[in-house]
């Protein structure tokens, strides 16, 4: 999937389910949702994935937290919790080469990773 892709949301040039923007991130729903809650939390400058983050992305890193539990909140899943969660590379799934926290909640998500 092209890196662009959720640059494309963050500029509006794409239709997405927007549900908080600002000036350092942008959050979204998942297209493929997995849980009755799933929206990503990006930030607006393109990072390709953890492994590129820099001292400098600290600050708009931390910030992706503070929105997830905004928008918990909001979705009103705070009390019944849910999970975050930052895929990394090939062995980590990742499929969008823009670094994206999803926000799982909404039902009992079962164990943190499968059993192989
Ligand atoms: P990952 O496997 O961590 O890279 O997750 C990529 C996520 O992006 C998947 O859950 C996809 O369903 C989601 N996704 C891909 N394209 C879009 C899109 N246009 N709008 C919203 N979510 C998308």
């Known amino acids: 999937m092209s890196d662009e ?3 494309k949301i963050v500029n509006r040039e794409i239709p997405a389910d927007i549900v908080f923007q600002d000036d350092r991130v942008t959050a979204f729903r998942d297209i ?15 990072i390709p994935s953890v492994n ?9 890193l931390g910030h992706l937290l ?3 539990r ?11 919790g849910y999970r ?12 969008v080469y823009h670094l994206h926290m999803h926000l ?13």
């Open 104 to 116: 799982f909640g909404g039902r009992p998500l079962g164990r943190m990773i499968e059993r192989v």
């Open 84 to 95: 975050l969660l930052i895929n990394c590379g090939d062995h980590g799934g990742q499929e």
């Open 32 to 46: 493929n949702p997995q849980a009755p809650t799933h929206i990503l939390i990006i930030p607006n400058k393109l």
């Open 5 to 7: 892709l959720f640059l």
């Open 66 to 68: 503070v929105v997830a």
């Open 70 to 80: 905004n928008i918990a909140r909001q979705e009103g899943i705070a009390e019944s």
């Open 52 to 60: 590129e983050v820099s001292e400098e992305d600290e600050a708009v």
